[in-house]
């Protein structure tokens, strides 16, 4: 009996195998869902139990095979269905409320219609996931006429609440629904086309079932994915498969036979809006026309538009375009356009074209497009100016001059400069005439410099090293050419903090290569240039005088800053040059270096800021500091090369600082200062420091005695 029972098992499981799935995809799509749904549940879904241990004991011990189904594990599917019981429902807290108190599996509905009235039934299957207190569950609208609702266990009832029929239950677990209620349909008349609207409970597997008992229906469900009608003698059945919605619309009429439709073939009719842009500059008028087809009753897989003979297409741009071809026919070209498939409903074909005019003021007539094989058309005419030209109407017809602010905005979306006259015409053929006067053009700046910043270092022996940032804005200028002083060395160039190598033209003016500057917005970012080069003056002596000149650039200078540092054993008076001393301060710097020095300017800093490199200078005397300058300055003249990248050059700071500005520095001119100096003042300094201490001291001493003299004096009397 046993081996029986084995036997049976193995059969059982071998039909599962084999005849299960041929009958699974047998049959009508009603047919396989009932199949489907008749099936093991794909998950087996647990009550919310109000004893947590328990429920945690029994869940542990329930094997993973209990949760997926039998057509999972014949094609070895567990291991997937595994991962998502995981994940969704047993999370890392299981026993935690859902975000939802409850949750609709299944709804199957069938509305039945009799005279006027619709008798609907539904069967919900839910679950309730909340283990304490009432849930509402929404039921049905109230402007329904319900005639029964039945739980299939536990504690249950209606209440009508905000517009709708709720069911109230009050513990957890999975529930099977019955309800029942009634609604009216709306019909022409007896027996004629009617619809009604039905409120249902949303589930993700829905089924929906309409009978109406009359013959020769058309019957249409919205949203329905599919829906198969059944034809009975006295009735017709409409079965739907409906996706997870709240409401299903109905209706119906009288389904006419095939050969009570008689086809008929309609020409197509095509209406169009033409819209053209046009900038005319540089010898040629650039065109652009996008023609917008409106096409009814039937569909068009070619279009053919007419241009003047003497115009160039440039391109033709349409979805499911498939090639396009010129014939040239009666004095004008004819361009046929080819689509991959009939086309009915809005369409938009865009031509590119131009035509030549040559230089110079003339009288030039704009080129038109003209869409063949169409009911009507109308459009819209734009026209700009590319360059420098004056544009005026000379003559029009067929068309009115409107108001550039009543063209269409595509119009405006393919204008790259101001729209100057504007155009429109309600058919063909028109005719417009421009008056082209060409005016002599004048030069502008390529680039300018917002600021430019130097340092410069004076020494004892007329050495002069002068680090200059130049902060470019560039269009197109390729190179910015610097007039140095006489005899001076370049010793290192900048452009972006990159490297480059500087040359030289024929007239001795050092050429530094530019960068393009970016565009940001409207403006365009700034280029930092940098050089530093070494000039020479007469050695300075106990008194005299002194001109220290800066380069001249090719490109007007916007602010003009410069800081000085001269030698501390001398005093300055008598400036002089085309610049504006700042403040008059003589403060000692040490050595350091600054990369702008416009950063001083904008602190209204008097000297700089102390840095750890300090340390390092505060071991040696001033002496010593001025030897270790022109060690330096030797070195690096020595290791100047040509051809090679420069290396990074900072100006050593020591001495007085003198500060100057000067706004807008115009092309060609170069700023320059001298000034009157003498060591005399420095040396005698210390000498009548010591002799006001002391005579400062002899003062009080004086002072002392009298005051004593005088209180003796008051004592002895």
């Known amino acids: 009996m046993l081996n029986l029972k084995k036997y049976f098992q193995l059969a059982l499981i071998i039909f599962l195998i084999v005849a299960a799935p041929r009958q699974l995809f047998a049959g009508s799509i009603k047919g396989k869902l009932q199949q489907r749904l008749n099936e093991e549940s794909n998950i087996q879904y647990e009550p919310y139990y109000l004893d947590s241990n328990a429920a945690r004991n029994q869940r542990a011990e329930m094997p993973m095979t209990n949760v997926v189904t039998t057509r999972n594990r014949i094609d070895q599917s567990a291991q997937v269905m595994n991962d998502v019981v995981q994940e969704v429902l047993m999370p890392n807290d299981p026993y935690q409320p859902a975000l939802s108190p409850f949750a609709i599996y299944n709804m199957n509905y069938t509305a039945e219609l009799d005279e006027n009235v619709v008798t609907v039934k539904g069967k919900v299957i839910f679950e ?166 409106s096409i009814l009753q039937s569909e068009i897989s070619s279009f053919r538009v007419a241009l003047p003979e003497d115009v160039s297409v440039l391109d033709v741009r349409c979805n499911d375009l498939r090639d396009w071809k010129i014939v040239k026919k009666d004095g004008m070209q004819v361009l046929e356009v080819f689509l991959n498939f009939g086309i009915k409903g809005n369409v938009q074909l865009t031509l590119m074209y131009e035509r030549s005019i040559g230089e110079g003021s003339q009288i030039v007539q704009m080129p038109w497009v003209r869409a063949l094989d169409v009911e009507r058309e109308s459009g ?148 930092p240039v940098q050089i530093v080069y070494l000039d020479k003056s007469p050695k ?67 000297g700089r800021m102390r840095s750890d490199a300090d340390q390092i200078g505060d071991q040696f005397s001033p002496r010593q500091q001025k030897m270790e300058i022109q060690r330096e300055f030797e070195e690096i003249s020595t290791n100047v090369a040509k051809g090679i990248l420069p290396i990074q050059i900072d100006v050593p700071q020591e001495g007085k600082l003198l500060q100057f500005s000067k706004l807008l520095v115009v092309e060609g001119e170069g700023p320059w200062m001298s000034t009157q100096y003498t060591a005399v003042i420095e040396k005698a300094k210390k000498p009548i420091k010591i002799f006001v201490w002391f005579l400062a001291v002899i003062l009080s001493i004086i002072v002392v005695k009298k005051q004593r003299k005088k209180k003796k004096e008051k004592l002895s009397k």
């Open 128 to 293: 309730i996931f909340k283990k304490e207190g009432w849930t509402q569950l929404p039921i049905v609208n109230n402007s329904v006429g319900l005639i029964d609702v039945r739980v299939n266990k536990g504690k249950s009832f209606v209440v009508n609440q905000n517009g709708k029929y709720y069911l109230m239950i009050d513990k957890p677990g999975r529930y099977n629904l019955d309800v029942e209620y009634l609604i009216k349909a709306k019909r022409e008349r007896e027996f004629g086309p009617g619809n009604f609207i039905v409120d249902v409970m949303p589930a993700p597997i829905s089924q929906f079932e309409f009978i109406i008992p009359e013959k020769s229906v058309q019957v249409f469900i919205e949203p329905a994915i599919k829906v198969e009608l059944t034809k009975e003698e006295d009735k017709t059945i409409a079965w739907a498969v409906m996706p997870n919605t709240s409401t299903i619309s109905v209706r119906w009429t009288k389904a006419l036979t095939r050969e009570e439709i008689v086809p008929i073939k309609l020409e197509p009719k095509a209406y169009v809006t033409t819209s053209t842009y046009s900038s005319v500059g540089g010898g040629v008028i650039s065109s652009q026309s996008n023609l917008n087809y």
């Open 380 to 527: 819209f005419y734009g026209v700009a100016a590319s360059t420098n030209v004056e544009l005026a109407v000379k003559s029009s017809d067929k068309v009115t001059e409107i108001d550039t602010k009543q063209l269409p905005s595509e119009i405006w979306r393919s204008s790259t400069n101001p729209i100057l006259l504007a155009f429109k015409y309600l058919n063909h053929p028109f005719d417009i005439n421009i008056e082209v006067t060409r005016h002599e053009e004048l030069p502008v700046l390529i680039a300018a410099i917002d600021s430019a910043d130097h340092v410069t270092l004076y020494t004892n022996e007329g050495k002069i090293l002068t680090k200059v940032t130049y902060l470019v804005r560039n269009n197109v200028k390729q190179f910015l050419r610097i007039n140095l002083p006489k005899d001076s060395i370049i010793w290192s160039a900048f452009v972006s903090g990159e490297p480059v190598k500087p040359a030289k033209d024929k007239t001795g003016h050092i050429m530094i290569p530019l960068k393009k500057s970016q565009q940001s917005g409207q403006n365009l970012t700034q280029v």
């Open 540 to 606: 300075m002596g106990m008194l005299g005088k002194l001109k220290v000149q800066l380069p001249k650039v090719d490109v007007p200078i916007n602010q003009f800053n410069w800081s000085i540092f001269m030698p501390d054993e001398y005093s300055y008076f008598n400036f002089d040059g085309d610049i504006k001393k700042v403040e008059n301060v003589y403060r000692r710097q040490r050595r350091h270096s600054i990369p702008i020095v416009g950063e001083y300017m904008a602190r209204g800093v008097q």
